[in-house]
T-cell receptor
């Protein structure tokens, strides 16, 4: 099956710093990638849709200036959490769309902001 | 707007019992997809099944079975003869045919006790 990786798998950063999370489709090309956020004991909420070569589309309530998404190639999308604060601590999961309806999820990145 | 509801927050069963996880969705779309995912403590989402709105056939895969009923907008998941390894959070999700975005239910935490 298709494989999606995320790096790092976990990260601890200080409040006010920025953190970049990478999402890679290892054995297929993904024109569309999605970023989800999951707070402890909650469901996954879509943050944004990332399309290769174009600007990301953010869901309502998600600050696009805080969560910068870049999808520069068909196999890589990055999410940068700028000026992170403790409330940004969460589990961030990406998925890559292989075809019309099939999505493959990465293993997730656990972000802790101290 | 589309919505997915998993009314059962937590379920606890004893090993070998059968258990059904409920999922109800709301939509006005005529074409859509429904999914079930398993999220073990590691956090990585495990794909279980995808169903499109035109296929109401029930499906069985080993100890897992799914019952899709458009008349009641339900897509329930049954585990037969549950095992401790089935302990996880299970998510039901919806996707319209053209966006690929997944809308997740709140999740059901299943605990299978030995």
């Amino acid at each position: 099956g298709a494989v999606v990786s995320q790096h790092p798998s976990w990260v601890i950063c200080k409040s006010g710093t920025s953190v970049k999370i990478e999402c890679r489709s290892l054995d297929f090309q993904a024109t569309t990638m999605f970023w989800y956020r999951q707070f402890p004991k909650q469901s996954l909420m879509l943050m944004a849709t990332s399309n290769e070569g174009s600007k990301a589309t953010y869901e309502q309530g998600v600050e696009k200036d805080k969560f910068l998404i870049n999808h520069a190639s068909l196999t890589l999308s990055t999410l940068t959490v700028t000026s992170a604060h403790p409330e940004d601590s969460s589990f961030y999961i990406c998925s890559a769309r292989a075809d019309y309806y099939e999505q493959y999820f990465g293993p997730g990145t656990r972000l802790t902001v101290t | 707007a589309q919505k997915v509801t998993q009314a059962q927050t937590e379920i606890s069963v004893v090993e070998k019992e059968d258990v059904t996880l409920d999922c109800v969705y709301e939509t006005r779309d005529t074409t859509y997809y429904l999914f079930w995912y398993k999220q073990p403590p590691s956090g990585e989402l495990v794909f279980l099944i995808r169903r499109n709105s035109f296929d109401e056939q029930n499906e069985i895969s080993g100890r897992y079975s799914w019952n899709f009923q458009k008349s009641t907008s339900s897509f329930n998941f049954t585990i037969t003869a549950s095992q401790v390894v089935d302990s996880a959070v299970y998510f039901c999700a919806y996707s319209s045919s053209n966006t690929g975005k997944l809308i997740f239910g709140q999740g059901t935490t299943l605990q299978v006790k030995p």
